[in-house]
T-cell receptor, first 114, second 113 residues
Framework: AQSVTQPDIHITVSEGASLELRCNYS??????LFWYVQSPGQGLQLLLK????DTLVQGIKGFEAEFKRSQSSFNLRKPSVHWSDAAEYFC????????????WGAGTKLIIKP | EADIYQTPRYLVIGTGKKITLECSQT?????MYWYQQDPGMELHLIHY???????EKGDLSSESTVSRIRTEHFPLTLESARPSHTSQYLC????????????FGPGTRLTVT
C-alpha cells in the first residue's frame, strides 16, 4: 500500500540553526512530492513541490528539499531557522495514477528554541 | 494568499444535532476537497468534487454528505452529530491543471458533546 512516513513527531531546533525534516514514501514509481506547512490556527500552505527534473527544489520562505530516488526520500531543509518557522510540516505524495489525490504523512511539529 | 474561507472556525454542539460546515473559495477553482485532521495523524480525504454537481467519497469513510451546487461553495453536512465526529475539518481547492497544488482554508474545529 502507498504510504508516507515522517519519522519525527517533534523536532526542537535553536533559532539560527539548520533544519532537516525527514520524509519517506512507499510507492512503486516516482510520485509527485510535496511539503506543506501549517501554522497554528491556520490552514496548510504549499512550501514546495517536485514533479521531475532537478532533484533539489527550492520553495518559499527559504526552504529546499532534495528527492533521493534510491532512498525513497524527500527531506526538507533550511540552513537557518527563524522563530516564525515554528509550525507543523506535512509531507505529501501524489501518485500520478491517483486522480490527483494526495497521500499524507502524519506531520512533524517544529519547535524553535530562542 | 489563497482566498478560501471556512465557517464556523470553532463549533461545540450536542449529540444528535444536524450541522453544516461551510466552505467557500473565490479563486474559481474546479476541484474542492474536505479533509479530516486529528492530532498526530495524517490528513484523510473524506469528500471531493471535480466541479458543479460532481461529488465523490474519499478514502476515509464518513457519515457526512457534501453538495456542489455552485463552483465557489462546497458545504459539508452531518445529519446527526456524534462524539466520534469530533475532529478538525479542512477544506481545500485546486485548479484543474495543477490539481496537486491545493489551497487550504483555516479549518473548522468541531467538538460533539
Amino acid at each position: 500500500a502507498q504510504s508516507v512516513t515522517q519519522p519525527d513527531i517533534h523536532i526542537t531546533v535553536s533559532e539560527g540553526a539548520s533544519l532537516e525534516l525527514r520524509c519517506n514514501y512507499s510507492y512503486g514509481a516516482t510520485p509527485y512530492l510535496f511539503w506543506y506547512v501549517q501554522s497554528p490556527g491556520q490552514g496548510l500552505q504549499l512550501l514546495l513541490k517536485y514533479f521531475s527534473g532537478d532533484t533539489l527544489v527550492q520553495g518559499i520562505k527559504g526552504f529546499e528539499a532534495e528527492f533521493k530516488r534510491s532512498q525513497s526520500s524527500f527531506n526538507l531543509r533550511k540552513p537557518s531557522v527563524h522563530w516564525s518557522d515554528a509550525a507543523e510540516y506535512f509531507c505529501a505524495v501524489g501518485p500520478p495514477d491517483s486522480n490527483y489525490q494526495l497521500i499524507w504523512g502524519a506531520g512533524t511539529k517544529l519547535i524553535i528554541k530562542p | 494568499e489563497a482566498d478560501i474561507y471556512q465557517t464556523p472556525r470553532y463549533l461545540v454542539i450536542g449529540t444528535g444535532k444536524k450541522i453544516t460546515l461551510e466552505c467557500s473559495q473565490t479563486m474559481g477553482h474546479d476541484k474542492m476537497y474536505w479533509y479530516q485532521q486529528d492530532p498526530g495523524m495524517e490528513l484523510h480525504l473524506i469528500h471531493y468534487s471535480y466541479g458543479v454537481n460532481s461529488t465523490e467519497k474519499g478514502d476515509l469513510s464518513s457519515e457526512s454528505t457534501v453538495s456542489r451546487i455552485r463552483t465557489e461553495h462546497f458545504p459539508l453536512t452531518l445529519e446527526s452529530a456524534r462524539p466520534s465526529h469530533t475532529s478538525q475539518y479542512l477544506c481545500a481547492s485546486s485548479e484543474r491543471a495543477t490539481a496537486y497544488e491545493q489551497y487550504f482554508g483555516p479549518g473548522t474545529r468541531l467538538t460533539v458533546t
